[in-house]
């Protein structure tokens, strides 16, 4: 991997943690407790609940994905940063690119 592809990964992950971050603010204040004092119906409480439910796991992947784009953009300096840690070959830029936190080859991710 050249200085350059570095420096634009590296830019690239910055902007998708700050991205991840604000979507996590909005995410968290939709997680909140549904009050039962709130005058909706039994339906409509279901379905609050149901939409919490779906927001909490979407802020739990977020939240995941966070700390991987962190790890990623402390590592992006690394000698073996880009290599697959299960068989050593480089991960192809494209899929870096789009998935900076990866640290598998897409043949070794499949399997």
Do not use: Q
């Not at 830019?11 to 009050?35: D, N, R, V, W």
């Not at 909490?56 to 590592?75: C, F, G, P, Q």
């Not at 050593?88 to 640290?103: G, H």
Request: net charge positive.
């Amino acid at each position: 991997m050249t200085k350059e592809e570095r420096a634009e990964l590296k830019s690239k992950i910055k902007t998708a943690i700050i991205l991840t971050e604000e979507k996590i603010k909005g995410m968290e204040s939709m997680a909140e407790p549904i009050t039962p004092e709130n005058s909706i119906g039994r339906i409509s409480r279901m379905d609050a609940i149901n939409n919490k439910s779906v927001v909490e796991a979407a802020l739990r992947t977020a939240r995941k994905r966070l700390n991987s784009l962190k790890l990623a953009v402390s590592k992006v300096e690394d000698e073996n940063f880009g290599l697959c840690s299960m068989c050593k070959n480089p991960i192809p830029a494209a899929r870096l690119m789009y998935m900076p936190e990866s640290t598998r080859c897409v043949r070794c991710a499949d399997r």
